[in-house]
């Protein structure tokens, strides 16, 4: 079983940079592929980003391409996003979610979640 708990989240406007953290604790970091997700109020939980267990292969929605990037530090038990040029609609719960297997962009994919973190960016 693996733990997850999410930081770096907070208020920041348009344009604005965030780098969220996902520190992981339990059996070994790398065996797990890592993702991030999202979700709004009222909206359902949407993919964002996510990483394989050796952090070569990464997928990222079309909304966040070319200003998210996900990585990962295996020695550090920690996953990384960080989130370049916000924009309003950026604004939701983030949530880290670990998978025993390969990297994936479907949610029920994944084994283990954290409680999220708040990202709001004003315009």
């Known amino acids: 079983q693996v733990q997850l708990v999410e930081s770096g989240g907070g208020l920041v406007q348009a344009g604005a940079s965030l780098r969220l953290f996902c520190a992981a604790s339990g059996r070994a970091f790398s065996t797990y592929a890592m993702g991030w997700f999202r979700q709004a109020p009222g909206q359902e939980r949407e993919f964002v980003s996510a990483?394989?267990?050796?952090?070569?292969?990464?997928y990222y929605a079309d909304s966040v391409n070319g200003r998210f990037t996900i990585s990962r530090d295996n020695a550090k038990n920690t996953v990384y996003l960080q989130m370049n040029s916000l924009k309003p609609e950026d604004t939701a719960v983030y949530y880290c979610a670990a998978r025993a297997s390969e990297a994936s962009r479907l949610r029920y994919e994944y084994d283990y979640w954290g409680q999220g973190t708040q990202v709001t960016v004003s315009s």
């Open positions: 990483i394989s267990r050796s952090g070569f292969i990464m």
